[in-house]
């Protein structure tokens, strides 16, 4: 039986990625969870990191894990911030 992944580093240990949904425009990403490595705290519960719209600025309504299926190439680009990654 499968076990829900609620752990960041289970997401990075499995090589899933993140989807996460915009509460108001509905615009969703596909985010590698070891692209964010450093920058989520580990062992971080999924569903409680908060991320923000690229477009409207609202926060997400869901971060949840799954798997790529169909190759990495449809995963959103992520550039870190221009400072140090605080948990790197």
């Not at 499968?2 to 993140?18: E, G, T």
């Not at 108001?24 to 596909?30: G, I, N, P, Q, T």
């Not at 692209?35 to 477009?55: N, Q, T, Y």
């Not at 926060?59 to 990654?85: D, H, I, N, Q």
Request: charged share 25%.
């Amino acid at each position: 039986m499968a076990q829900p992944i609620r752990d960041f580093d289970a997401a990075v240990s499995r090589n899933l990625a993140l989807r996460i949904v915009c509460g108001r425009c509905a615009r969703e990403v596909l985010i590698a969870a070891r692209s964010l490595r450093g920058w989520v705290k580990p062992g971080a519960d999924i569903e409680s990191i908060a991320f923000r719209c690229e477009g409207c600025g609202a926060s997400a309504a869901k971060v949840r894990c799954c798997e790529v299926f169909g190759g990495r190439e449809s995963l959103s680009s992520w550039t870190p911030p221009a400072r140090p990654a605080p948990y790197g």
